[in-house]
């Protein structure tokens, strides 16, 4: 079974807005793009909206397409549907207690991210 996941590259003035994984979770430790699982019959654009209201508190208004991952785990397959996300009403922040940054986009290759996550932070420093 694979999981289908929506996650947002949260962008503003060259900086990038990255969430740590607890401890208890799957990749935990790792810093990640928010987002999460899109429901059954959901499309994934309505599951980042859900999702980063749900973890970070803002209202997406803008966003875009930014890559498809398909990436096997060696305990689940993940489908991650990757958004750029440039226009947002709120203040991003950790709505779950997570630990959360805003880092200059550069930076991003100083951060460890789940494997599957590698080729976003790649694509966003070339």
């Known amino acids: 079974m694979v999981i289908r996941v929506a996650a947002g590259i949260i962008m503003r003035d060259d900086q ?28 994934p654009d309505t ?17 875009a397409p930014f890559k498809l991952i398909r990436h096997d785990y060696s305990d689940k397959s993940v489908e991650l549907h990757f958004f750029l996300v440039t226009g947002f009403s709120g203040e991003p922040h950790g709505k779950e207690g ?9 930076e991003l290759g100083r951060y460890t ?7 976003i932070v790649q694509a966003m420093l070339a």
């Open 16 to 43: 990038v807005f990255i969430a740590l994984r607890s401890q208890d979770k799957h990749q935990g430790g790792c810093w990640e793009f928010p987002g999460g699982k899109v429901e059954m019959g959901e499309e």
């Open 47 to 63: 599951a980042l909206a859900r999702e980063l209201a749900e973890e970070c508190g803002i209202a997406v208004q803008e966003s």
């Open 98 to 106: 997570q630990e959360v940054a805003w880092v200059p986009r550069q």
């Open 113 to 119: 991210f789940p494997e599957a996550n590698v080729p």
